[in-house]
T-cell receptor, first 116, second 111 residues
Framework: DGGITQSPKYLFRKEGQNVTLSCEQN?????MYWYRQDPGQGLRLIYYSQIVNDFQKGDIAEGYSVSREKKESFPLTVTSAQKNPTAFYLC???????????????FGEGSWLTVV | QKEVEQNSGPLSVPEGAIASLNCTYSDRVSQSFFWYRQYSGKSPELIMSIYSNGDKEDGRFTAQLNKASQYVSLLIRDSQPSDSATYLCAVKDNQGGKLIFGQGTELSVKP
């Protein structure tokens, strides 16, 4: 089945640890995104990538890092510099292009990260 | 900074009624608008997309877009308890193609 796979679904992090969230898509989408959602809040953009080996910071990139070595993969590392990482993390992807009628963004099932 | 605004709710409607959800956006040149539904603890799922002024209907859902007034709305006819969820309005940023989300409106449909 085509889709976006995030893992793990639940992750616990100790203070001072780095953790990496995996995101893989087999939709042949060019663009990939990472959003963060806090309880009762909307989604905030962490990083996004439109092509392999290139990515841009979103609104809340501090304390996070990403890589885009393969088209289908866009892992997110939550570093120890992120002081309040407990949240729901959503990976998404879309085709890349200029037409407004296309390029719908689809989401994976999300990963819950809790600091213990 | 480009913004998308929604009333956080909760919006409560009786079963069978019409639920009306509203959203305003700040970037006048935006062209693509989306409504996502999110159940508690789940990821957002796309309900509707709209790109042209006017109404777009899909089953019980109607999206309305008014670019001059910079608002987009979602109407849900014959609301069902299963429609109870948070509805997220999203506007596509022309620079980079990323989506900018509102904070979401919580809808509760009472039997």
């Amino acid at each position: 089945d085509g889709g976006i796979t995030q893992s793990p679904k639940y992750l616990f992090r100790k203070e001072g640890q780095n953790v990496t969230l995996s995101c893989e898509q087999n939709l042949n989408h060019d663009a990939m995104y990472w959003y963060r959602q806090d309880p009762g809040q909307g989604l905030r953009l962490i990083y996004y990538s439109q092509i392999v080996n290139d990515f841009q910071k979103g609104d809340i990139a501090e304390g996070y890092s990403v890589s885009r070595e393969k088209k289908e993969s866009f892992p997110l590392t939550v570093t120890s510099a992120q002081k309040n990482p407990t949240a729901f993390y959503l990976c998404a992807s879309s085709m890349r292009g200029g037409l407004p009628s296309g390029n719908t963004i689809y989401f994976g099932e999300g990963s819950w990260l809790t600091v213990v | 900074q480009k913004e998308v605004e929604q009333n956080s709710g909760p919006l409560s409607v009786p079963e069978g009624a019409i639920a009306s959800l509203n959203c305003t956006y700040s970037d006048r040149v935006s062209q693509s608008f989306f409504w996502y539904r999110q159940y508690s603890g789940k990821s957002p799922e796309l309900i509707m997309s709209i790109y042209s002024n006017g109404d777009k209907e899909d089953g019980r859902f109607t999206a309305q877009l008014n670019k001059a007034s910079q608002y987009v709305s979602l109407l849900i006819r014959d609301s069902q308890p299963s429609d109870s969820a948070t509805y997220l309005c999203a506007v596509k940023d022309n620079q980079g193609g990323k989506l900018i989300f509102g904070q979401g409106t919580e809808l509760s449909v009472k039997p």
